[in-house]
């Protein structure tokens, strides 16, 4: 994959997620994990070769089918990409609107998912008044929201304390449990330590490693 | 203290902002431009108004010079051919003119002359010809030959080439500046919607990320651009229609001068201003925001 004329930022990727399974990548800045994070949730192209998901070819796929699997994907962008002019609530609702729900299906579950993520006094404030742990919560909600079939967040715990990290760490784990594929990017090595989850290393845009899943646990958190 | 959120009241906000800061400019600039492209649609109109006076007028006139003959006065000569020419296809009304009417047609070419009445100043018959099917030079040759009238017959035929290339020259040039200031219009419309577009880019990028249609999309931004874009057209519209109407009051019946003469139906022409902003405008924001879109695949 690369942007423009300019040079691959990823090579010779060959690796798949099982449905159901709870994965880190990692490696230093650069290496192109926000870019593989970019051809999962459909914001790109790969330059050669294909990317599966939900048993597709996304490649291939014609451009009305790609609403359809991106809904099925939940995004924890690493700029966040809120909408100012919407409330957190309306913030958090999005995807929900989009797929088309009506809102009497669901308005108690986003507020019942804002108040569990800390922002529950906080539901008619915009964005630009939260505070930056704040707003990375709200863009966490968004992506869980419609319990989606795969959930990809870059850095979705660079700008909270120890404590919420943990909280949304617990979160991620909850909707792997209930089937949610999961991967994160992340610099984080001590969440990944203690996560015991298998880990993607990624540099100069290649997988160099994949460590094994940890004994430990599946539900294990760190402390 | 903020009040508590009750989720039961919630009603989804709007995917676009309602008002951006920029909207006013934008509406300005679609007026004004709307504006001057209807005062060229009204002045378009009243010139071909006035086109088609001039030249209807002159095709609906002749002017006969009458030489009596013989012992003739000149006023019987004019009677004469006032008779013959009455009688004629094609002729509505033939009417000698008063010795006087002549003396004050060459009178501004030679000035105040005490003695202007002993010159031998011809006689004159102001021919009215039909409208619909007017009496040619010819005819009317014919007609005070048969009576054995001397005259020479003047339709205008002298001037009305050129009043008619001139007529056809103001239209087409009336047609042209309002194209040109349409286009214009058009063209900053559709720029400022593209402006306007992109700088809402986040927006497209999170609903189309999120899984929204790409219709869906541009209708969003089609239906608030065409909003605005018509709001514009409604005012540059109301205000063309406003001067011209005051314009149409001050003229009196000939509404702004005899040269440029407005009608009060002209005012209508302002009517499908907004619906072609409003249309541009849903252009522009549909084609810009595919590309966007396409531009994020």
Known sequence: ?223 | MSEMFDPARWRPAPFLPEKETRDGSLIFVVAVLCFLACLTAMGVLAANRAAAGWTGQLNGEATVIVRPKGGETPDAAAARAAEALAGTPGVTEARALEPAKAYDLIRPWLGDVSDLEDLPVPRLVAVTLDGRHPANAKQLNAALQSQNVDATVDDHSVWIKDIQRAGGLVRWLGVMVFLLIAAAAAAVVAFATRAGLAARRDVVEVLHLAGAEDGFIARLFLTRFARIAGLAGLIGAGAAAALGAGLRIAGGGEGLTPALPLAWSDLAAVLPCPLLAALVAAVAAQVTAMALIRDMQ
């Open chain 1, 1 to 223: 994959m690369r942007y423009g004329r300019g040079p691959d930022v990823l090579t010779n990727l060959n690796f798949g997620l099982a449905p159901g399974s709870f994965h880190f990548v990692t490696g230093p800045s650069g290496a192109g994990k926000s870019s593989l994070l970019k051809l999962i949730y459909l914001a790109a192209r790969p330059s050669k070769g294909a990317v599966h998901l939900f048993g597709q070819d996304t490649t291939q796929a014609p451009a009305s089918a790609k609403p359809g699997l991106r809904r099925r994907i939940g995004v924890v962008f690493q700029d966040l990409t809120l909408l100012d002019h919407l409330s957190t609530f309306d913030n958090a609702a999005l995807p929900l609107r989009i797929a088309g729900r009506k809102p009497a299906d669901y308005r108690n579950d986003v507020a019942e998912l804002l108040t569990w993520v800390g922002l529950g006094q906080r539901m008619h404030a915009m964005p630009a008044t939260l505070a930056g742990g704040e707003r990375q919560r709200l863009a966490i909600a968004r992506a869980v929201v419609n319990r989606p079939d795969i959930l990809l967040a870059d850095e979705p715990t660079g700008n909270v304390d120890h404590e919420m990290a943990v909280r949304i760490f617990r979160l991620f784990v909850e909707l792997n449990r209930l089937g949610t594929t999961v991967l994160i990017a992340t610099h984080d090595q001590d969440l990944i330590a203690r996560s015991g989850r298998p880990v993607l290393l990624l540099e100069n845009g290649r997988i160099t490693a994949r460590s094994a899943p940890d004994p430990r646990p599946s539900g294990a958190v760190p402390a």
